[in-house]
T-cell receptor
Framework: DVKVTQSSRYLVKRTGEKVFLECVQD?????MFWYRQDPGLGLRLIYF???????EKGDIPEGYSVSREKKERFSLILESASTNQTSMYLC????????????FGSGTRLTVV | GENVEQHPSTLSVQEGDSAVIKCTYS??????FPWYKQELGKRPQLIID?????GEKKDQRIAVTLNKTAKHFSLHITETQPEDSAVYFC??????????FGAGTQVVVTP
């Protein structure tokens, strides 16, 4: 069973801080994704990665960056946290771009004060 | 790009009744349509999916139908139970193969 682990379940950070959200998957998946989830807006794609060292912007990349130095780890970085980045962040992975679904992590509830 | 619309946003049903959630998509190249269930405080989990070469798929009390011509697909839950209460998301692949999600449907099953 694929496991996608997000390092923190809850996180509280101050405005202006640099924030790192970590995601690790244990099934050698090529594709990894970062979403944010807000009430009424569903799941919005921030960044994704086809494979190690690769990254692509999603629908709402502003204020975020990512790092994928190893295949199993995909990090989301908030360069300078702002209150409008308070949200639930979900990481997901998939074997490769094709006809298959994602496996999601449990999410990180980030509050920026 | 792909645009997925989902209706209704909330759905209240009596236990034992059926629930239907509908989604439309815009990209005719979409070829994979999964449905996810997210219980309160938990991760979204894949409950059923359908590929573009299939019109209908059933798994116990849940079924999904796909109409490629009209570009819409639906989730049907029969004999609803309290544990079916959750947020349900539909999704469709875009031209890059990644999933575009609908906004979600909050389903409440009342005893």
């Amino acid at each position: 069973d694929v496991k996608v682990t997000q390092s923190s379940r809850y996180l509280v950070k101050r405005t202006g801080e640099k924030v790192f959200l970590e995601c690790v998957q244990d099934m050698d998946h090529e594709n990894m994704f970062w979403y944010r989830q807000d009430p009424g807006l569903g799941l919005r794609l921030i960044y994704f990665s086809y494979d190690v060292k690769m990254k692509e912007k999603g629908d709402i990349p502003e204020g975020y960056s990512v790092s994928r130095e190893k295949k199993e780890r995909f990090s989301l970085i908030l360069e300078s946290a702002s209150t409008n980045q308070t949200s639930m962040y979900l990481c997901a992975s998939r074997k490769n771009m094709g006809v298959s679904g994602y496996t999601f992590g449990s999410g990180t509830r980030l509050t920026v004060v | 790009g792909e645009n997925v619309e989902q209706h209704p946003s909330t759905l209240s049903v009596q236990e034992g009744d059926s629930a239907v959630i509908k989604c439309t998509y815009s990209d005719s190249a979409s070829n994979y349509f999964p449905w996810y269930k997210q219980e309160l405080g938990k991760r979204p989990q894949l409950i059923i999916d359908i590929r573009s070469n299939v019109g209908e798929k059933k798994d116990q009390r849940i079924a999904v139908t796909l109409n490629k011509t009209a570009k819409h697909f639906s989730l049907h839950i029969t004999e609803t139970q309290p544990e079916d209460s959750a947020v349900y998301f539909c999704a469709a692949t875009d031209s890059w193969g990644k999933l575009q999600f609908g906004a979600g449907t909050q389903v409440v099953v009342t005893p």
